[in-house]
């Protein structure tokens, strides 16, 4: 098939010649490529990331979608997100699901720094279903955790609990895992106290001392211990006083703040119901 080519260049310069149309787009291809590292080498990023893409519509290549999500990375992160999603599809085609994980992963970062949590959400988990295709059960645990983070903050409780206990007993099939294993135990109790579970709390204490021996004398386990103890008593000050002493000895984290301020709150009205007033 012979077709006439005829585009403009960024200098308003045209080209005119008659090609077949697989010359004609190794031609657009290759000055597209050239404009882009010109762009580049000026740290003109939207100008770089238009030429990337507009190459990776003719070579259907992921690496020109992910050369040009790199570069709107720098200053437009919707357009990056789109590019890195036609990356992340023809990496699937392809059966390539580790890359395709990273750059879901990566997409949900850009979506979570930009407080969008429902699309972090969605690609965390997705990045967490390519990585199990390519069976990698760390990096699958390490996107799940941020989706059970970003539930837990959207008070979703119960299900950011049953994920924190699964990676906690991931975690423990190897040895590197048993350290952070009691992490992800004590975030399943904090989920389970938000919601006022309190019978399940002990329950799933004994259940975690038995499979992680070393939890019991942890300081995440006393914690826990003095938190449910204040939440039985319905005794807000002592509860205050507990998350005050952890935290001198271990910072807590926002997000462990976050929760605590949850389970506080649920202590208060507990007390209040019970005519034990406020604090």
Same mark, same amino acid.
């Given at each position: 098939? #012979?077709?006439?080519?005829?585009?403009?260049?960024? !200098?308003?310069?045209?080209?005119?010649?008659?090609?077949?149309?697989?010359?004609?787009?190794?031609?657009?291809?290759?000055?597209?490529?050239?404009?882009?590292?010109?762009?580049?080498?000026?740290?003109?990023?939207?100008?770089?990331?238009?030429?990337?893409?507009?190459?990776?519509?003719?070579?259907?290549?992921?690496?020109?979608?992910?050369?040009?999500?790199?570069?709107?990375?720098?200053?437009?992160?919707?357009?990056?997100?789109?590019?890195?999603?036609?990356?992340?599809?023809?990496?699937?085609?392809?059966?390539?699901?580790?890359?395709?994980?990273?750059?879901?992963?990566?997409?949900?970062?850009?979506?979570?720094?930009?407080?969008?949590? !429902?699309?972090?959400?969605?690609?965390?988990?997705?990045?967490?279903?390519?990585?199990?295709?390519?069976?990698?059960?760390?990096?699958?645990?390490?996107?799940?955790?941020?989706?059970?983070?970003?539930?837990?903050?959207?008070?979703?409780?119960?299900?950011?609990?049953?994920?924190?206990?699964?990676?906690?007993?991931?975690?423990?099939?190897?040895?590197?895992?048993?350290?952070?294993?009691?992490?992800?135990?004590?975030?399943?109790?904090?989920?389970?106290?938000?919601?006022?579970?309190?019978?399940?709390?002990?329950?799933?204490?004994?259940?975690?001392?038995?499979?992680?021996?070393?939890?019991?004398?942890?300081?995440?386990?006393?914690?826990?211990?003095?938190?449910?103890?204040?939440?039985?008593?319905?005794?807000?000050?002592?509860?205050?006083?507990?998350?005050?002493?952890?935290?001198?000895?271990?910072?807590?984290?926002?997000?462990?703040?976050?929760?605590? #301020?949850?389970?506080?709150?649920?202590?208060?009205?507990?007390?209040?119901?019970?005519?034990?007033?406020?604090?």
């Amino acid at each position: 098939i #012979v077709s006439e080519i005829h585009f403009e260049n960024k !200098d308003g310069s045209v080209n005119n010649g008659i090609l077949t149309n697989v010359e004609k787009d190794e031609i657009s291809a290759n000055i597209y490529l050239e404009e882009a590292i010109k762009d580049k080498r000026e740290c003109y990023w939207e100008g770089a990331g238009q030429s990337f893409s507009r190459r990776a519509e003719i070579t259907n290549d992921p690496h020109d979608y992910i050369e040009a999500g790199n570069c709107y990375s720098k200053v437009n992160y919707l357009e990056a997100i789109r590019n890195y999603e036609e990356a992340v599809k023809l990496f699937v085609n392809t059966n390539r699901f580790g890359v395709a994980a990273r750059y879901s992963s990566d997409i949900a970062n850009l979506y979570e720094d930009n407080n969008d949590e !429902d699309n972090a959400f969605k690609f965390y988990s997705n990045a967490a279903n390519h990585y199990e295709c390519d069976n990698k059960p760390t990096q699958k645990c390490q996107n799940l955790l941020k989706v059970a983070e970003i539930m837990a903050k959207k008070k979703e409780y119960k299900k950011a609990a049953k994920i924190f206990e699964e990676i906690g007993m991931n975690s423990l099939k190897t040895v590197l895992g048993t350290f952070s294993g009691g992490m992800y135990f004590h975030k399943s109790l904090y989920c389970l106290m938000a919601i006022g579970n309190f019978e399940n709390v002990k329950t799933k204490i004994e259940e975690f001392k038995i499979a992680l021996k070393s939890f019991e004398s942890s300081r995440q386990h006393n914690f826990i211990l003095q938190l449910l103890k204040a939440c039985e008593d319905k005794n807000i000050e002592f509860f205050s006083e507990s998350c005050s002493l952890y935290d001198r000895i271990t910072p807590l984290s926002s997000w462990e703040t976050n929760i605590l #301020v949850d389970i506080k709150n649920l202590l208060t009205t507990l007390t209040e119901d019970l005519g034990g007033g406020t604090f």
